[in-house]
């Protein structure tokens, strides 16, 4: 017996040492003490209740879970709970009570510097930041419900969801409201921004110097602008939602290399908004019922907008200062609603090309008090003058448009 005795300790110790992780159920009293006394890898979970902290997590792989109305509370200084170790798991809370200074980044939830962290189904009640990933990365943050203070104007409120200096993170499925913005990136590399549902914040989706990120399947709804990307190279932005944004639904400053497939950009009052934005594609996107479908500006150039539907928009598309853009791709260009050619080879291409711009659409473009008369007279004459007058750039004319919606 005491040969296998030793055996069995000498195989524990192999495998990875003689401490086994254990399970307990906590309650507000003692949740502190079982922190400070917890091993990597051991399980914390929350009976329903108050804890009152704030809270700092230093254990490698401890994971913390909470029954419902288990509520951590930091009592309103500086960040309520702060993860800093590797493969820290929290799920299930309902986290609240950091300060409110937006200068000192008070977040909710703060991870710092750390890799591998996990923040899954948690209820956030942000007074500054919500959930703040400061360094580090390869952290997993999915749904959340992260809401903010909406008595408080936007300036005076934090971030949803904040990455800085953090790559490699899955951002996936949560929901933001009644913040200053939904998720904002600064320097934040090769990151995934899945799922993610924004509405009533300044920008559902705001990021700066964030290269390499893909953005898919977000919706963006009722909010100041939808998606508000600036100075980053190599994106993608694929079948997300802008809609119902009340200044833009996605824009592009200086916005190079980056794909844009598939996206339904609605009822906004300008679709995309380009300004030094270069060698971007468009392809496949849904641009509809926008003041202007596509606002392209500030020295935009070597662009290629293909198989896009431009649907029912006031102006379908305004080009200003901008260099070169290519509005088909292999003979084959966009489906424009207000199209009046014909296809008579039946090879779903228009035999006329389409002309995006005019003067009356131009005026409306940057007018919007001149939409009040767009089916004046006036501006009717301003066309035709136009029309005989002034033979349009070939930056100004799809040479292929398509003629039915089916673009791919």
Known sequence: MGRLTAALALAALLCGGSARATEREVGPADFASALSHASPGDSLRLAPGIYRGPFTVSVPSLRISGDAGAVLDGGGIGMALTLAADGIEVEGLTVRGSGSDLANNDAVILIREVHGVTVRRCRVQASAFGIYLRGGGDHHIAENDIGGAPALARSQRGNGIHLWHTERNQVLDNSLRDVRDGLYLSFAHHNLIRGNFATGVRFGIHYMYSDDNALVGNRIEECLGGAALMFAKRNLLQQNHAVGNRRFGILLLSIDGSRFVDNLVARNDRGF????????????????????????????????????????NLVQAYVSHSGINNWSEHGRGNFWSDYVGFDLNGDGVGEAPYRLQTGTSALMATRPQARWFMMSPALAMLDWFQSRAVAPADTYLDTAPLVTQATR
């Open 273 to 312: 908004v380009l300004m030094n934005s270069n060698s971007d594609r468009f392809e496949g996107n849904r641009i509809a019922e926008n003041a202007v479908g596509a606002f392209i500006t500030s020295g935009s150039e070597e662009n290629v907008f293909a198989a896009n539907v431009f649907d029912g």
